[in-house]
């Protein structure tokens, strides 16, 4: 049996261990996985070895999800249809910690799926958990000159490919209620207004549900869609809205059964970006409250 302080360092830092996991992989069931494995290392560890006991559990953390990262890269060749990472339903102090709520976006987290494995670790600990570059050094296996050269690399990518703005909570919930009342009147015009003339609908059904083929671009394109999609529900659907990745969303339920998350990425009070997930498979993080941590 693992002594106690495994166990009490462990509890303290699971739910910082999973927000690493989770950002790096962009899948809450694979996140819970590696923190699994993490304890499963961690707790032979002897611990009078260990000087810092955060930092040596990131260590593990960060190892596992790399290993775990460079298989799923090989699963997405395969994916069916446009590939989303999967949503989590969070508490809602997320949202209070805006950096945090902005790395756990959809839209941010599409962004780190563009770096390389190494890249994306590298960036992941030093933005958003601000790890030196001794500590990610010893997490990665690389010398810290390189681990220099790499956050840089991935600082210029991400800087480039991320949303421009980051909305305030309180724009990102105005935008996200309007968007709902026009979705659930079927107000065309309501949609026009809130969306962005160049906002994008992402489908992600992983060949499981029916979902749209490729992206949907441009705001009448965008809403007609969405319209459409409304009058085929015919009152059998009902939505709500919930904290989901830090920031306010829309959940379609289907006679009562949860059949859709809508995560928006909100620019100047619009809706610039769309990303539904049907995939059952990626809805498991729905089922109760995800406490993120730095």
Known sequence: MPMQGHTAAFVEHRNLLFTVAY???????????????????WSGVDLAAVRERRAYLVRITTRQALTRLRTLGRRRETYVGSWLPEPLLTTADVADDVELAESVSTAMLLVLESLA????????????????????????????????????RARAHVVACRPHGTASTEEARSATAAFRRAVETGDLQGLLDVLAPEV????D??????ALPRPVTGADRVARVLVGGVSRLAGAGTLST??????PAVVLRIDGELDTVLTLRVDGGRVSGLYAVRNPAKLTGMEQTVALRR
Not at 137 to 150: C, K, L, M
């Open 242 to 247: 919930a904290e989901v990745n830090g920031r």
């Open 205 to 210: 059904g992983g060949g499981v549900k029916q």
């Open 23 to 41: 950002e790096m992989l962009g899948s809450a069931a694979d996140a819970e996985d590696v923190v699994q494995e993490t304890w499963l290392r």
């Open 200 to 203: 994008v609908l992402v489908g």
């Open 117 to 152: 494995p190494i890249e994306r670790a590298v960036f992941v600990l030093r933005e958003v958990f601000d790890l030196g570059h001794d500590e990610i050094a010893a997490a990665v296996g690389r010398t810290a000159t390189a681990v220099r050269q790499i956050a840089h």
